[in-house]
């Protein structure tokens, strides 16, 4: 009898949550049963093929190589399945779902899209933002994620070395001439920002004042109030990009030392087969970041 034929199906959709997720707990969740059931249900499907999938241990469980291959196999076919099924109801064509942090998509993305756009008039792409990280179930395909990554079982790929550099508007900087000056003027400091300006003064052999003028949560927040001539925003130039571009912010101390960092990351889920405009809409997005795909 054909091995298929006799395991039963909900076995096959938990055995792809947890090898997804890599995670019983998580899977359990996903699928509203308890981690208990998750791992019996495991254990009988391994039974019944007489192979090995998962390695267990107290603190978390790994694919086997039968059982990434088995995987693979099985998401490439629940993505056969989801297209036979929109092409018979007539339902629209699914977009590529791209998550990313709020800041990376007002800044750096939104500018750029209307460029894929006319490149791909014929991929569909749905984008939200939010600070939370993507779940790569039947919510998104990729995700542009700031800071380091979660120990997880999806890809990293690192994005650009940011530079963050006091900008100002261009009035403002009239007032700059040395990096003593920035102690008579309001600072606007991104709370979520890795680094904050104690470590550009230190890493310029300065003192670090100890007030800051206004504090936001959204980079693209402090970047407005700098244009709007609020204070000196610490800033990446890769995020203030546009602005400095057109002249509404500008570098008042090029000769100071910038703080140097990859601050964001693309994720997506490890496995071969994705959304037929993944690998279109990831070759774009690196070679706008001048980063070879790979």
Not at 56 to 73: A, F, K, N
Not at 273 to 278: R, S
């Amino acid at each position: 009898m054909n091995t298929f034929r006799k395991v039963p199906l909900p076995y096959v959709r938990i055995f792809e949550v947890a090898g997804r997720t890599l995670s019983f707990a998580a899977a359990a969740q996903e699928l509203s049963i308890t981690p208990s059931a998750v791992s019996h249900s495991i254990r009988k499907l391994e039974e019944m093929i007489g192979v090995k999938l998962f390695q267990r241990s107290t603190r978390e469980v790994r694919l086997t190589r039968e059982g990434m291959q088995l995987l693979e196999h099985i998401q490439r076919g629940i993505d056969e399945m989801q297209r036979g099924f929109a092409l018979v109801t007539n339902e629209a064509r699914s977009p590529l779902r791209l998550h990313s942090a709020p800041s990376f998509a007002t800044q750096w993305l939104l500018p750029r899209l209307a460029g894929f756009v006319r490149e791909h008039p014929d991929i569909d792409l749905q984008v939200s933002a939010s600070t939370e990280y993507a779940r790569f179930d039947d919510d998104f395909d990729l995700d542009i994620v700031y800071g380091d990554p979660h120990s997880s079982p999806h890809e990293f790929i690192p994005l650009a070395v940011e530079g963050l550099a006091p900008l100002c508007s261009p009035d403002m900087a009239t007032m700059i001439s040395t990096p003593q000056d920035l102690y008579r003027l309001p600072l606007i400091q991104c709370a979520v920002q890795r680094f904050q300006w104690k470590g550009w003064f230190e890493a310029n052999d300065l003192v670090a004042p100890a007030h800051y003028g206004l504090r936001f949560d959204r980079s693209s927040m402090a970047i407005v109030a700098a244009v709007d001539g609020l204070g000196v925003v610490l800033e990446s130039t890769l995020m203030a990009e546009r602005e400095l571009a057109t002249g509404k912010l500008v570098r008042p101390l090029s000769g100071t030392r910038e703080v140097e960092y990859i601050g964001h990351y693309l994720a997506y889920p490890r496995r071969s087969h994705h959304h037929e405009a993944f690998d279109t809409f990831k070759e774009w997005l690196l070679n706008q970041l001048g980063i070879a795909d790979r």
